[in-house]
């Protein structure tokens, strides 16, 4: 079905309390990213996946780690978060790297920290 | 431009008119995507194109890839309302290939 699903959708959380965020995606693609957008800046790379337990840094993976145990399953966990982790959270995957095809991103995930 | 330093840029135009956004880089690029994203979305591709085209088109649609200037364009011809969204550019870099977006432009087409 060609599908990135994200969820949860929304989500609330107080300061210092631990945020997961799960993604799921049905293609067997082999590399998925986690991004954050923010008002004006874009889509910043999180975290990117190469397969099951093959997860790399992107720019900026403070504060953020993440977790692969399935290909086709990949999740973003925030440890204790903070308030200027308030941001929109987008999963995405694709067939190998971005150099060989495009990126599949998910409806997003909105997180508000208090 | 995206990438770079620069804010996101905000575009408007009227139905009917053509519109041409730019990205710029400073490494070497393999390849390039444009995507949109419409409101409360996430961003999907619309166009990618390698260095080794110079020139790709789907529909009203038209992005360019200029390996000496180390820039891309994308362009609509005879926008319509249903063309406002914001489009990113992204290229992959590094050896592993990490995609990275520009920061967007905001398009508007009034009808």
């Known amino acids: 079905d060609m599908k990135v699903t994200q969820m949860p959708r929304y989500l609330i959380k107080r300061m210092g309390e631990n945020v997961l965020l799960e993604c799921g995606q049905d293609m067997s693609h082999e590399t998925m990213y986690w991004y954050r957008q923010d008002p004006g800046l874009g889509l910043q790379l999180i975290y990117i996946s190469y397969d099951v337990d093959s997860n790399s840094e992107g720019d900026i993976p403070k504060g953020y780690r993440v977790s692969r145990k399935k290909r086709e399953h990949f999740s973003l966990i925030l440890d204790s978060a903070k308030t200027n982790q308030t941001s929109v959270y987008f999963c995405?995957?694709?067939?190998?790297?971005?150099?060989?095809?495009?990126?599949?991103f998910g409806e997003g995930s909105k997180l508000t920290v208090l | 431009s995206q990438w770079g330093e620069e804010n996101l840029q905000a575009l408007s135009i009227q139905e009917g008119e053509d519109v041409t956004m730019n990205c710029s880089y400073k490494?070497?690029?393999?390849?390039v995507h444009w995507y949109r994203q419409d409101s409360g979305r996430g961003p999907a591709l619309i166009i990618l194109i390698r260095s080794n085209e110079r020139e790709k088109r789907s529909g009203r649609l038209r992005a360019t890839l200029d390996t000496s200037s180390q820039s891309s364009s994308l362009s609509i011809t005879a926008a319509q309302c249903e063309d406002t969204a914001v489009y990113f550019c992204a290229r992959a870099s590094g050896g592993n290939y990490k995609p990275t977006f520009g920061k967007g432009t905001s398009l508007v087409v009034h009808p």
């Open positions: 490494t070497y690029t393999t390849v």
């Open positions: 995405a995957s694709s067939f190998q790297g971005a150099n060989t095809g495009q990126l599949y």
